[in-house]
């Protein structure tokens, strides 16, 4: 099991920055990726970034070149740095964590997300 535990949202005007944290309640260890996803209003939750073990990134295309995310092992932490931001940016920021445990079993786990709003 793991708890995680986002920080960092709050109200930014358009062009503006924020850095998004997300804490693990224990080591990395066993997790085989981690990443960011966000939900606005009305809409389904999608992928924003996500890092493996290896330090391999990936992100949505509405996000790459304005969102880093990184990972810091010895303090068990996620950070999400964003730049530029947008009004299309406004969600819902959730951690999520995967643990393959075998070839046909996954474990996700999710934080209680962190509001970010960018105002125009």
């Known amino acids: 099991q793991v708890q995680l535990v986002e920080s960092g949202g709050g109200l930014v005007q358009a062009g503006g920055s924020l850095r998004l944290s997300c804490a693990a309640s224990?080591?990395?260890?066993?997790?085989?990726?981690m990443g960011w996803y966000r939900q606005a209003p009305g809409k389904q939750r999608e992928l924003v970034a996500t890092i493996t073990t290896n330090g391999s990134t990936n992100y949505a295309d509405s996000v790459k070149g304005r969102f880093t995310i990184s990972r810091d092992n010895a303090k068990n932490t996620v950070y999400l740095q964003m730049i530029s931001l947008k009004p299309e940016d406004t969600a819902v920021y959730y951690c999520?964590?995967?643990?393959?445990?075998?070839?046909?079993?996954?474990?996700?786990?999710w934080g209680q997300g962190t509001q970010v709003t960018v105002s125009s």
């Open positions: 999520h964590a995967r643990s393959i445990v075998t070839m046909r079993r996954v474990i996700d786990y």
């Open positions: 224990r080591t990395f260890a066993g997790i085989n990726a």
